[in-house]
């Protein structure tokens, strides 16, 4: 049926009451919802419908017009019920088809329809049909009146009184509804991850609460006490789509700027017309603010929600960006913002479960000597250095890889496609890089690992990728070198007897023996050489050139050889109290150990703990430690001459000093190495190298001593060119201390010679 009263009215010949009520139309139907009243009448009397409308069709009714909707029966109202929308008042006459129509269409509208907003005032001729007390006890009605009772303003009032209780339940329902779409806004939000998802959230949870597009942006404000205004766009939807990730000035939206400002100065939400502009209190000296373009202004409800739901989700954007923040700072370096070490896992576990691990590589991009740069030209110079490299190689490599930083001068390049090989990766260091107005020159070291060749974790990956570096620097600077099964055997052993060395000298499986040196004239002996030994705890020995590398590598030789140190001196004033006075004892020192800051500190502290005298101590170099870094060492030796301590040069020959250097060190004794006294009675050379030797040591007033004599014709030869002195299995093994000292004392020169 029709709406208005002059389309409703049944077909009849006196129609001139209708007339009349065409100069109070209906408001029209385009205008916004809600703007008037909406009120049924529902009569199968027309004269009824009439005289009501031209009781309350001019009036005001808080500040808004009625607008009528007439039904003539029970079921024409049943099925008007069903479409209408925004019934306030229910003028329902009792009686109709059926004595008690009226009261069974209050239960449709309750029960079936579950209009509980809707006010229903019975009407009634004949109140007998349902007694007023029964009626209000047994039926959700909210007045019920007699017509003859109802006069123009009982009427009036009692309509008014209606609209005012519909008015305040309709609030209340509107305030349970925005709050639960809050609360199932907040759940929304809070299953976002990552700043930019919750923002974006917050927009959308914005226009889903007014019921509007998202069209929009959100941005936070850096340092707001400092005076800085810049807005920064965390998330933008609709017309404004394009400000992502970009920067909110009065430049770029004027109007959108300015309204930002004044919310954020007065740190209250703004409400137009067309837009709302709204407040988030951040924490940390950070504020966040919105801008919403609406169609229309917003109702006291939805502003008092918004309030609700600024101060609700002010503390969700804190909590996001803190766990972000976390997050970076685990997952992200900061200074390059590639990810770190700890995401470089993740990503490579992910990618040796996938597909692609057959055509995926690693590399390992270490910078040649970058901390020498980064000393010389200070931290900050070395910081945009670093930045100026990772931007090359994401910008150059594609997008198609990962890279990342995983520790102070070396980056990771993860390829799954097979489209970067070393050189390309090393072709981007041959162009300098621009810092500060100053051109660098780089060059890098590659570590490579193939993940088709790799079993294992991403960690492991990693690790071989490492492996495959060290070989590689090892080698060459600007080099790559690529993971071999074979150099993770190697590396897995080393690691393991590195562990097993440690546990050793700390169980004191480690011990000292000494070989006797020999003055060849006499075949007397006049010192003696400190040796390492580790024997294993079934018994097996494990060989010095195995386990010293490895304490070296390891750093355990500083530990160790401080304990050989103090060893060997409190041994030679043993021997000394037991009337060897003049015994001299060799004690090897390795380049690590001698290279340590606190090295001549451990050698003073030694000799005067033990009491040893220091001229009759000896240190044991090797010639190549002593051609690196000739002006330190020439500062170091004059230091420890110092101490009345003496030094040799181990294994002479085997390397490459010059005649010009030699003298300029402050050594007093030269050792033959044993490969050159083997050659004596083995080689076509025989005796040259060993006879070149003696003589140079003569000509620079040094002493020498031969190693490794195993036979009396090579004792012999090396006597007659003019070497005093010799240790080998010729005249003893090298044996523990307490062998020594017997050996010394039972007249075993008598052996010797």
């Known amino acids: 049926m029709p709406q208005s009263l002059e389309n409703h009215a049944p077909a009849k010949d006196d129609q001139d009451d209708l007339v009349f009520l065409e100069e109070?139309?209906?408001?029209?139907?385009?205008?916004?919802?809600?703007?008037?009243?909406?009120?049924?009448?529902?009569?199968?009397?027309?004269?009824?419908?009439?005289?009501?409308?031209?009781?309350?069709?001019?009036?005001?009714?808080?500040?808004?017009?009625?607008?009528?909707?007439?039904?003539?029966?029970?079921?024409?109202?049943?099925?008007m019920l069903r479409h209408e929308q925004e019934i306030a008042v229910i003028l329902l006459d009792v009686v109709m088809e059926q004595d008690d129509a009226g009261l069974h269409l209050v239960r449709y509208i309750r029960d079936t329809l579950k209009l509980a907003d809707?006010?229903?005032?019975?009407?009634?001729?004949?109140?007998?049909?349902?007694?007023?007390?029964?009626?209000?006890?047994?039926?959700?009605?909210?007045?019920?009146?007699?017509?003859?009772?109802?006069?123009?303003?009982?009427?009036?009032?009692?309509?008014?009184?209606?609209?005012?209780?519909?008015?305040?339940?309709?609030?209340i329902n509107d305030s349970r509804r925005g709050l639960d779409r809050i609360v199932h806004a907040s759940t929304e939000l809070m299953s976002l991850h990552g700043v930019q998802n919750f923002a974006v959230g917050v927009l959308t949870q914005i226009a889903h609460l007014l019921g509007q597009e998202t069209n929009g942006v959100l941005c936070v404000q850096e340092c707001p006490e400092t005076g800085?205004?810049?807005?920064?766009?965390?998330?933008?939807?609709?017309?404004?789509?394009?400000?992502?990730?970009?920067?909110?000035?009065?430049?770029?939206?004027?109007?959108?700027?300015?309204?930002?400002?004044?919310?954020?100065?007065?740190?209250?939400?703004?409400?137009?017309?067309?837009?709302?502009?709204?407040?988030?209190?951040?924490k940390a000296s950070r504020a966040f603010v919105a801008f919403l373009h609406t169609t229309r202004p917003l109702t006291e409800i939805e502003q008092r929600l918004l309030e609700v739901f600024c101060s609700n989700v002010a503390v969700g954007l804190d909590n996001v960006e803190l766990v972000s923040h976390l997050h970076n700072a685990a997952f992200y370096d900061a200074l390059s913002k590639l990810p770190n070490r700890t995401r470089l896992v993740e990503i490579l576990d992910a990618a040796l479960a996938g597909p692609g691990k057959d055509d995926a590589t690693l590399s390992l991009v270490d910078l040649d000597h970058f901390a020498e740069t980064n000393d010389a030209l200070g931290h900050q110079f070395g910081d945009e250095l670093l930045v100026a490299v990772a931007e090359r190689l994401q910008s150059r490599l594609g997008q198609h890889l990962t890279v990342a930083r995983i520790s102070g001068d070396i980056f990771c390049v993860l390829d799954d496609a097979e489209q970067v090989n070393p050189n390309t990766i090393l072709a981007l260091f041959q162009v300098p890089f621009s810092i500060a107005g100053q051109d660098v020159q780089l060059s890098a070291t590659l570590g490579l690992v193939r993940l088709a060749d790799h079993e294992g974790s991403g960690a492991d990956a990693l690790k071989d990728a490492d492996i495959a570096l060290k070989r590689a620097k090892s080698m060459q600077r600007a080099g790559h070198f690529y993971?071999?099964?074979?150099?993770?055997?190697?590396?897995?052993?080393?690691?393991?007897?590195?562990?097993?060395?440690?546990?050793?000298?700390?169980?004191?499986?480690?011990?000292?023996?000494?070989?006797?040196?020999?003055?060849?004239?006499?075949?007397?002996?006049?010192?003696?050489?400190?040796?390492?030994?580790?024997?294993?705890?079934?018994?097996?020995?494990?060989?010095?050139?195995?386990?010293?590398?490895?304490?070296?590598?390891?750093?355990?030789?500083?530990?160790?050889?401080?304990?050989?140190?103090?060893?060997?001196?409190?041994?030679?004033?043993?021997?000394?109290?037991?009337?060897?006075?003049?015994?001299?004892?060799?004690?090897?020192?390795?380049?690590?150990?001698?290279?340590?800051?606190?090295?001549?500190?451990?050698?003073?502290?030694?000799?005067?703990?033990?009491?040893?005298?220091?001229?009759?101590v000896e240190l044991e170099i090797t010639e190549s430690m002593a051609m690196e870094e000739p002006d330190l060492l020439i500062k170091m030796l004059a230091q420890i001459k110092q101490t009345g301590v003496s030094i040799a040069i181990d294994d002479f020959g085997t390397g490459f000093s010059s005649l010009s250097y030699l003298q300029r060190l402050q050594i007093d004794r030269l050792k033959i190495d044993r490969a050159f006294v083997t050659e004596i009675t083995g080689s076509a050379r025989g005796s040259s190298i060993a006879e070149m030797v003696i003589q140079l040591g003569r000509n620079l007033g040094l002493a020498v001593i031969a190693e490794g004599v195993e036979d009396e014709r090579q004792a012999q030869i090396l006597q007659s060119l003019g070497c005093p002195l010799a240790q080998g299995f010729l005249f003893a093994r090298p044996m523990t201390a307490d062998a020594l000292n017997g050996w010394l004392s039972n007249d075993a020169l008598a052996g010797v010679a």
């Open 483 to 616: 993971y071999s099964r074979s150099m993770g055997v190697e590396i897995r052993e080393r690691v393991r007897m590195m562990h097993a060395l440690r546990t050793a000298f700390g169980q004191n499986q480690l011990f000292v023996v000494y070989q006797p040196q020999i003055d060849l004239l006499t075949r007397r002996p006049v010192g003696a050489e400190a040796l390492l030994r580790w024997q294993t705890a079934d018994g097996k020995f494990v060989s010095p050139d195995k386990f010293i590398p490895i304490a070296e590598y390891s750093g355990l030789i500083i530990d160790m050889g401080e304990w050989v140190m103090r060893t060997a001196c409190r041994e030679l004033v043993a021997l000394r109290a037991a009337g060897h006075n003049n015994f001299t004892m060799s004690i090897n020192v390795s380049q690590v150990q001698f290279r340590h800051p606190y090295f001549l500190e451990m050698l003073r502290r030694a000799l005067a703990d033990t009491g040893a005298p220091p001229e009759f």
């Open 228 to 282: 800085c205004h810049e807005l920064v766009v965390m998330a933008a939807a609709g017309t404004y789509a394009h400000h992502s990730n970009a920067h909110m000035t009065c430049t770029t939206e004027p109007r959108i700027a300015a309204a930002m400002e004044l919310t954020l100065t007065e740190r209250r939400n703004q409400y137009g017309d067309t837009a709302v502009t709204l407040y988030f209190a951040g």
């Open 24 to 79: 109070h139309p209906a408001a029209p139907a385009t205008q916004a919802p809600r703007e008037v009243w909406r009120v049924m009448i529902i009569d199968d009397d027309e004269d009824v419908h009439s005289t009501t409308t031209f009781a309350l069709g001019n009036l005001d009714m808080q500040h808004r017009p009625l607008e009528f909707v007439h039904a003539y029966s029970a079921s024409q109202a049943r099925d």
């Open 118 to 171: 809707v006010r229903i005032i019975l009407r009634t001729g004949q109140p007998g049909y349902a007694p007023e007390i029964d009626a209000i006890r047994d039926y959700d009605i909210n007045d019920y009146k007699t017509k003859s009772e109802l006069t123009r303003i009982k009427l009036f009032t009692t309509v008014t009184a209606a609209i005012r209780s519909y008015e305040q339940i309709r609030k």
